[in-house]
């Protein structure tokens, strides 16, 4: 195999060699095994962050996701293909009964020195049950016939999936409609009386999220309808940020109560950063100059590529930055 290649097609696009992608993803199926086992029967799952800090020692003397990096890592070496294109199901196959122990095979130097009984076969073994709870997962919706549970797509299914540490985004979506709420109390009451420069600073913003979208272009070739969507909202969130850091910076001793609601919404819009961006890079290495049938090739990139769950999250990001539109009209016409 090309290794330089290989590592060249890793750093093209994920701007780093294959360990260092291959132990990052590891950590957040890791992170998100841990929180959903911890939390499993009380009332709130305990908080993990995906980069666990000082290596945690465990019987084998490794945190685990240097075992499932390198798990990861082999499993995308052996035919040389990207990281995020492993199919979990080859990966379990590693931690088989009788499978050969991935210490004996090739190794990247950084996963020798991560710690003692990295790829042994104990230690390969012992992460088993963390593979298999992403391959089991109880999803809130069914992925389509055909799907190819790959890691990239696992991780960014997990990444979208609610009540976990790194996909809690209903929790930021309500928190913008309760900013919302708060602040259509406080007018109507009397207690924030909004400025003219709050006025027509709201008054621009939802002109401008009334405007119909333009499509992100890819190697000249018009992006897929999620990835139009999704790079919208990442688009609004930066303009909501710069909006509400121009109110907060007005001399005001509090928060204006519109500064909260637009810093709050561009919150929710901005967790969903990760995956365009992801997807992004993907869709510009992956798009044919001209496929014999564009519409129906986007579609089937699209289905294997944007997980369910990450549809959810938009259509609902979609749906606040709808909310904001009519409160800003409300705030410049009262």
Partial sequence: ?????????????????????????????????????HGLGTPQPRRFSADPGPRVKWPWGSARH???????????YDPGILVDQVLLADALRHCAQG?????????????????????????????RHVLQAHVDADLPRPRPAGVRLTLGYRVR???????????????A????????????????????????????TGARIGHGLEQPARSPAASGHPAPSWLERASRLTATADTLTTAADTLLGTGRDDASPLATV?????DACARLKADTEEIGRLWAAEAPREPSDRAAW????????????????????????????????VLAVR
Wanted: hydrophobic share 40%; proline share 4%; aromatic share 8%.
């Fill in 173 to 200: 979506l309500a928190r913008a409609r309760q900013a919302m709420g708060r602040a259509d109390d406080l007018r109507e009451r009397g207690t924030w009386k909004p400025t003219d420069h709050e006025r027509s």
């Fill in 66 to 76: 240097d075992t499932l990096g390198l798990l990861l890592w082999r499993t995308a």
């Fill in 262 to 266: 637009l810093g709050t919404t561009a």
């Fill in 157 to 171: 299914e997990s990444r979208a999936t609610p009540d976990w540490d790194l996909g809690d985004w209903p929790t």
């Fill in 1 to 37: 195999m090309d290794t330089n290649g290989w590592q060249s097609g890793h750093r093209a696009a994920y701007g780093c060699e294959a360990w260092e992608r291959a132990r990052h993803q590891a950590r957040l199926l890791v992170a998100w095994y841990d929180e959903r086992d």
């Fill in 298 to 329: 986007e579609a089937a990139w699209e289905l294997s590529h944007v997980p369910g769950a990450l549809l959810e999250q938009t259509e609902e990001t979609e749906h606040l930055v709808r909310a904001l539109a009519v409160f800003l009209w």
């Fill in 99 to 127: 499978a050969e122990p991935l210490d004996t095979g090739p190794v990247p130097e950084a996963a020798r020195t991560a710690g003692i009984g990295v790829g042994s076969a104990a230690s390969v073994a012992g992460i």
